[in-house]
């Protein structure tokens, strides 16, 4: 996308990575399902769902809605963010570890 490639604009890519969105939800539901920790009961499974989707929105901008370079870029960068602190409530199952590290 940033260095101007079609790649991401065909439709088996736009397809893999709905499918990976939709993976990441369902599994999402199924743990909290699964071992019976609710949204809104617990904080750091809250906090995991919410991240979940703000990561997927900032795709969607990255990839289909925002035309500015720097904004894409932008909106790529948080994605990961995202994507990592929602990696550090998996490990610590707390929505706040990153202050206990700082």
């Excluded at 439709?11 to 893999?16: C, D, E, P, Y």
């Excluded at 539901?29 to 929105?57: C, D, E, H, R, S």
């Excluded at 500015?68 to 929505?95: E, M, S, V």
Aim: with cysteine; glycine share 6%; aromatic share 12%.
């Amino acid at each position: 996308m940033l260095n101007n490639s079609n790649g991401y604009r065909k439709r088996w890519v736009r397809r893999l990575v709905q499918t990976n969105d939709t993976v990441l939800l369902i599994c999402g539901i199924t743990m909290a399902v699964t071992i019976q920790q609710y949204p809104f009961v617990n904080g750091w499974l809250t906090a995991k769902l919410i991240l979940l989707v703000a990561y997927i929105l900032m795709g969607m901008l990255a990839l289909h809605w925002l035309r500015f370079k720097p904004l894409q870029l932008a909106a790529w960068l948080c994605a990961i963010g995202i994507y990592g602190y929602l990696i550090g409530i998996a490990l610590n199952r707390d929505p706040l570890w990153l202050s206990a590290v700082l």
